[in-house]
Nanobody
């Protein structure tokens, strides 16, 4: 059974930083592409960042480019999202998700491509 567990969320002032972690278990983490999504109150879940199984390719939503950085450590079965220069509009529940390495990379932003999801961690940015 696949399990993804996020951690690292919390309350931070605008301009601050947080690092989210996503620990995977149950399948070979290193053979899967992974991504971060977020859902703000009253809004649909949206793609934030993704990284390929080999760590060689990354992708970001325009709204976070230059502020967020995704990385992974396959030896620890863990993925990270470093969030800098946080804004109040970054407030959301952040989810990590996983899909097979054989999946089409260009569909990294499509929710339906990810069969495995974590439970989410709350990030709140105060102004």
């Amino acid at each position: 059974q696949v399990q993804l567990v996020e951690s690292g969320g919390g309350l931070v002032q605008a301009g601050g930083s947080l690092r989210l972690s996503c620990a995977g278990s149950g399948r070979t983490f290193g053979s899967h592409n992974v991504g971060w999504f977020r859902q703000a109150p009253g809004k649909e879940r949206e793609f934030v960042a993704g990284i390929s199984w080999s760590t060689s390719v990354t992708a970001y939503a325009d709204s976070v480019k230059g502020r967020f950085a995704v990385s992974r450590d396959n030896s620890k079965s863990t993925m990270y999202l470093q969030m800098n220069s946080l804004k109040p509009e970054d407030t959301a529940v952040y989810f990590c998700a996983m899909r097979d390495a054989g999946s089409t990379w260009s569909r990294y932003g499509t929710e339906g491509e990810y069969p495995y999801w974590g439970q989410g961690t709350q990030v709140t940015v105060s102004s």
